[in-house]
């Protein structure tokens, strides 16, 4: 079957096997969805590939509990805050899946041509025999995502009857009458519920012999469809508690329960902005360290609701925001090339201050904490780069009347012009060297990062207002 497909764009053309008995010819061996994905897991394990891409910081905990889970066959339910990356984890299992899989043709419930579950189907089997016609599924397709929400149905989750087939002419107790829901038509397949909490008692309820004895009731009718669904979850830790809105039966049908985090590592957390975020104009590699120490600051702060979390699309829509100061900047003043600076990082404050939730004790003090975090955060990474640098030269050429202003509107050609002659004429070269600045704009952001570590640890006074900073 290998030698039939051709890789098109990343994806391999689809198998022309059409029959049943072609498909045995070929030597096709049928498995389980939880055998199918430990095979997967173990084979790429075994070759050095990863199978999480785009997971950074979860390399050493949240990962090796996930694979261990698949290894042993086990539904999943990934606990934490919001804007961990549940759902980015779980979106990630499909790549444990085959790329395509054979399902009887026209099937509703995606059956394997060599186990039918379905009475139309079984028949079809019969009768048909080797000839039965298949389709072929992309792993893409066996992948089905729930938002729970608590206007969710069991008919949404489970199935009902079809009034429209019972008006046909079918016999209102006969299986066909049946409309599957969202649960059966993802037979073998993954099924991933997120915010798990959310999903009203009695759905909660209706997944309970889903889950452990795999049969489907609807109004009355227990029908024994040996379903082979992988179900994965994403929850709040406060939610999933018999305290909270989750019944217990539940969390014991879950053979794992995981913890996830935010990024342990800065370099993970820069890694996660540069990967998610669409950027506008050039944002140097020390303005995402900023922002990701300014996040990291955020969640240590007890000016901050813990509970709720700092997502990590808050430093992404800061980078985003950062990015598009400097794009506008340059759209302004009619300049070629938009690279950004630390004094763009001020116009995010404004937008990233509704997606915190701050304390009851912190009203009217949320803008305070966050200047006073992004400060901290522009400190370190000051202390970071220019560690063992010695920018007195710089100080010295403050003679009282000079005045270097930047800010939102100010070009980086502007900037460099204002700046003084040095003792040291290397300074600014090495100031750049340090950051990697090469181009106008770059070696302009690395100087003014300088000037404010100067302005932070107090040697020099800085002036804002009306859009200017002016360093004295």
């Known amino acids: 079957m290998s030698g039939e497909r051709v890789t098109v764009g990343g994806v391999s053309e ?25 095979e997967n897991l173990l084979a790429a394990l075994g070759a050095g590939r990863d199978p999480w891409p785009g997971m950074h910081g979860f390399e050493h905990t949240v990962v090796p509990q996930v694979e261990r889970a698949i290894i042993a066959g086990h539904d999943i339910v990934l606990l934490g805050e919001r804007g961990q990356g549940k759902t980015r984890l779980l979106r990630s299992l499909v790549g444990l899946l085959d790329e395509w899989t054979p399902v009887i043709a026209g099937s509703e419930l995606g059956e394997s041509p060599f186990e039918p579950i379905m009475a139309a189907s079984i028949a079809r089997a019969e009768a048909e025999g080797d000839s039965l016609g298949i389709e072929w599924r992309h792993r893409s397709e066996r992948y089905v995502e729930k938002l729970s929400t ?66 489907v009731q609807i ?79 955020l969640r240590e702060s007890p000016a901050v609701n813990q509970a709720a979390g700092v997502s990590a699309r808050f430093a ?5 925001t950062v990015a598009a ?10 300049t070629d090339g938009a690279v950004a600076r630390l004094v763009d990082t001020e116009s995010a404050l404004d937008v990233l201050a509704g997606k915190i939730e701050f304390e009851p004790g912190e009203e009217g003090r949320e803008a305070e904490t966050l200047v006073h975090l992004l400060r901290i955060a522009t400190a370190e990474a000051v202390r970071e780069h220019f560690a063992g640098l010695d920018l007195g030269p710089l100080v ?77």
Do not use: C, W
């Open 14 to 38: 689809k198998p022309r096997i059409s029959t049943l008995g072609e498909l045995r010819a070929a030597g096709y061996a049928a498995k389980g969805l939880r055998e199918e994905m430990r």
């Open 150 to 215: 608590p206007d969710t149905s069991v008919a949404d989750m489970i199935g009902d009857v079809d009034p429209m087939r019972v008006a046909e002419g079918r016999r209102l107790g006969d299986p066909e009458t049946i409309h599957y829901g969202l649960i059966p038509r993802a037979n073998r397949g993954i099924v991933a519920l997120n915010e798990l909490p959310d999903l009203a008692e009695r759905i909660q309820v209706a997944l309970l012999n889903v889950m452990e004895e795999r049969d």
């Open 219 to 297: 109004r009355g009718y227990v029908l024994r469809l040996p379903l082979d669904v992988l179900v994965v979850a994403s929850a709040n830790p406060e939610d999933y508690t018999n305290r909270g809105r989750i019944i217990t039966p539940l969390k014991d049908r879950f053979g794992a329960e995981i913890r996830t985090h935010y990024p342990l590592e800065i370099d993970d957390e820069i890694a996660v902005i540069r990967q998610e975020a669409e950027l506008s104009a050039q944002v140097p590699e020390v303005l995402l360290e900023i922002l990701a120490r300014f996040t990291r600051g």
């Open 316 to 320: 992404i829509a800061g980078a985003e």
């Open 325 to 334: 100061s400097a794009r506008r900047r340059a759209a302004v003043r009619g």
């Open 396 to 472: 010295d050429a403050f003679d009282g009347s000079l005045l270097i202003t930047t800010g939102g509107s100010v070009t980086a050609r502007e900037f460099l012009d204002s700046l003084p002659e040095l003792e040291e004429p290397g300074l600014y070269d090495e100031i750049a060297e340090r950051l990697g600045a090469t181009s106008e704009g770059e070696r302009a952001g690395a100087i003014e990062l300088a000037l404010e570590g100067l302005y932070l640890a107090q040697r020099l006074s800085k002036d804002t207002g009306d859009g200017q900073t002016v360093y004295g």
